[in-house]
């Protein structure tokens, strides 16, 4: 039988925006090296996370648990396609 492929649902692009999410600065250097630019304070430009909210951040809060609240969803509030509940 042949071994089924893990698909990532969100994608790379995604993932790499998860830290920034929580936190607000890249501490782990996945977002630069996925090629998302970072200022010398490990913050991306903010038009930029803006965007990325708005494109992955429904799904981030549906992965993300309750650690608290999330940098991006007090910057920017709920992402687009998201009701308050």
Do not use: N
């Not at 039988?1 to 250097?29: N, Q, T």
């Not at 630019?37 to 990325?52: C, M, N, Q, T």
């Amino acid at each position: 039988m042949p071994v089924r492929r893990r698909v990532d649902k969100r994608g790379a692009a995604a993932d790499a925006w998860d830290e920034i999410f929580v936190f607000g600065f890249d501490m782990l250097h996945r977002a630069s090296m996925a090629g998302i630019r970072i200022d010398e304070r490990l913050r991306p430009d903010i038009g930029e996370a803006r965007s990325a909210w708005r494109r992955y951040g429904a799904q981030f809060l549906s992965e993300y648990g309750d650690d608290g609240e999330a940098w991006a969803l007090t910057e920017f509030g709920k992402p687009g396609g998201m009701h308050a509940g």
